[in-house]
């Protein structure tokens, strides 16, 4: 069954994703444009994503197991470090050059022509090749 | 109000509704790069199914929706070097940093995570410098 309400879950994030608008690179790309026409609608997007999340939190925190059985993720990890600040920053280099993240990436596939394909092609690509990288990164607080 | 806004912000909701039915139903964080990077390095066989899953989800429901909304444009950049340039930088940066916008930024934000929080303005700030440069200085973007 898990799969089929992953399914759902996947199915709900990608219309809210083209719904949203996160799917076209160029409203991306304007909110990260602060010195060209700014676009603050990703904003809004974050804003009305964190909103149901922050409840979810919540009640997770009240429950013991999710419907499906199993846990609930471990708290978050406290420490910061050198992984998490050099991969960020890396991943926003890619996301201001061609304005998609991974799950725009993969939503628009169908529809984002030859350029969505290599977008999704070389992300793949490139973590296939990460977890090398990763382990070479001393992971120290930053 | 653009409706542009409140599309986004409507949009927004369902991106939120949906992290909120991964966590209360199958126990884990709807992280884009996490669910699929699993799956790419083979870290993650155990929950394979359900990963496949979700991302059959994500590129499906969004694929006939744009067809009943008569089409959808992702305007992707049409230099291929900047597009796979940019592809490898996601890819390596979120397995590294272990998310992107939807794990660190929607499921850490909300719980206020530290890790989540720092993620964010480091590639929000990494992404407007490098549209800085390579749209106002090097004009490729």
């Known amino acids: 069954m898990r799969p089929v309400f992953s399914f759902i879950a996947g199915g709900l994030f990608g219309a809210g994703l083209l719904i949203s608008g996160m799917t076209d690179t160029t409203k991306v790309i304007g909110w990260l444009d602060i010195f060209g026409a700014w676009d603050p609608t990703l904003a809004f997007v974050m804003g009305g994503a964190i909103l149901p999340m922050a409840i979810a939190w919540r009640i997770a925190a009240a429950r013991r197991a999710p419907a499906l059985g199993g846990s609930f993720p471990p708290p978050p990890e406290p420490r910061l470090g050198r992984r998490l600040v050099v991969g960020s920053t890396l991943f926003g280099m890619g996301w201001g050059l061609a304005g998609l993240c991974p799950g725009p990436a993969m939503a628009s596939i169908t529809w984002g022509g030859t350029g969505g394909l290599v977008f999704l092609a070389t992300m793949v690509l490139g973590m296939w090749v990460a977890p090398p990288l990763k382990a070479r990164l001393q992971e120290q607080p930053a | ?141």
Not at chain 2, 95 to 101: P, Q, S, V
């Open chain 2, 1 to 141: 109000m653009p409706t542009e806004w409140i599309m986004g912000f409507a949009g927004g909701i369902i991106i939120g509704l949906a992290a909120a039915f991964y966590l209360l139903v199958n126990g884990r964080i709807m992280g884009a790069s996490g669910i699929l990077g699993g799956v790419v390095d083979g870290s993650a066989r155990d929950t394979l199914r359900e990963r496949i899953g979700f991302i059959a989800g994500l590129v499906i429901v969004p694929g006939a929706l744009a067809i009943a909304m008569g089409g959808a444009d992702t305007h992707v950049n049409n230099n291929l070097i900047v597009v796979a340039a940019a592809g490898l930088l996601v890819g390596i940066g979120t397995r590294i940093a272990n998310g992107c916008t939807s794990g660190h930024g929607v499921c850490g934000i909300s719980r206020f995570s530290l890790r989540g929080i720092v993620a964010t303005i480091f590639y929000i700030g990494a992404g407007g410098l490098t549209v800085v440069l390579f749209r106002h200085i090097l004009g490729v973007v």
